[in-house]
């Protein structure tokens, strides 16, 4: 069985403040973990994707997450908020596994704010 | 970049019709999925598909729904007789072949299925 932990459903930051979201995995084996953003009326895309190559992964946007396997956590951070980057973010699990068809197993969301 | 593109984007229909959204994956992409997401909660795996048939369907996914796979682009889920709790945004998503990196899935901008 797999399943994230969005530890917050609501955050608000300051415009040029740190970005934290948080979030912890369960996984019988080892997950493939993904932040995604949504932003409103549009689709889910994705930030970045840990794989076990490395445990700190760089995305887009200047996002970045770091994959502790000690903590069983992969907190989303970003130095610095801009205001573009209000929007609900998700933490995704999924077993992976070559040649198959894997489900996401999603957290329950943040909603980031970004106020000036 | 290439994309995943539902159709349409907002769909009203009455309890008990059947409906059918449509999605048109991502050209060289082997696996096809259907999640939802109901207003407020999170989103939900429906079902996996790879070559041409069913690879995983969750629990929601019962004998009111189907997939099919009609030529070599759309990829549409039908519900039979829709029902009030069919309300969500119905999101496609396609991905390549995992290699055992774990292949993110790239998702379209959804249709919100309203029914009345």
């Known amino acids: 069985a797999q399943s994230v932990t969005q530890l917050d459903s609501h955050v608000s930051v300051s415009e040029g403040t740190p970005v934290l979201l948080r979030c912890n995995y369960s996984s019988s084996y080892s997950p493939s973990l993904f932040w995604y953003v949504q932003h409103p009326n549009k689709g889910l895309q994705l930030l970045l994707k840990?794989?076990?190559?490395?445990?700190l992964v760089k995305g887009i946007n200047g996002f970045e997450a770091e994959f502790k396997k000690s903590e069983t956590s992969f907190h989303l951070t970003k130095p610095s908020a801009h205001m573009s980057d209000a929007a609900e973010y998700f933490c995704?699990?999924?077993?992976?596994?070559?040649?198959?068809?894997?489900?996401?197993?999603f957290g329950t969301g943040t909603r980031l704010q970004v106020t000036l | 970049e290439p994309e995943v593109t539902q159709t349409p984007s907002h769909q009203v229909t009455q309890m008990g019709q059947e409906v059918i959204l449509r999605c048109v994956p991502i050209s060289n992409h082997l696996y096809f999925y259907w999640y939802r997401q109901i207003l407020g909660q999170k989103v939900e795996f429906l079902v996996s598909f790879y070559n041409n048939e069913i690879s995983e369907k969750s629990e929601i996914f019962d004998d009111q729904f189907s997939v099919e796979r009609p030529d070599g682009s759309n990829f549409t889920l039908k519900i039979r007789s829709t029902k009030l709790e069919d309300s969500a945004m119905y999101f496609c998503?396609?991905?390549?072949?995992?290699?055992?990196?774990?292949?993110?899935?790239?998702f379209g901008d959804g249709t919100r299925l309203s029914i009345l």
């Open positions: 998503a396609s991905s390549d072949r995992d290699r055992g990196g774990g292949q993110p899935q790239h």
């Open positions: 840990y794989t076990s190559a490395a445990t």
């Open positions: 995704v699990v999924s077993l992976g596994g070559t040649g198959t068809a894997s489900k996401l197993t």
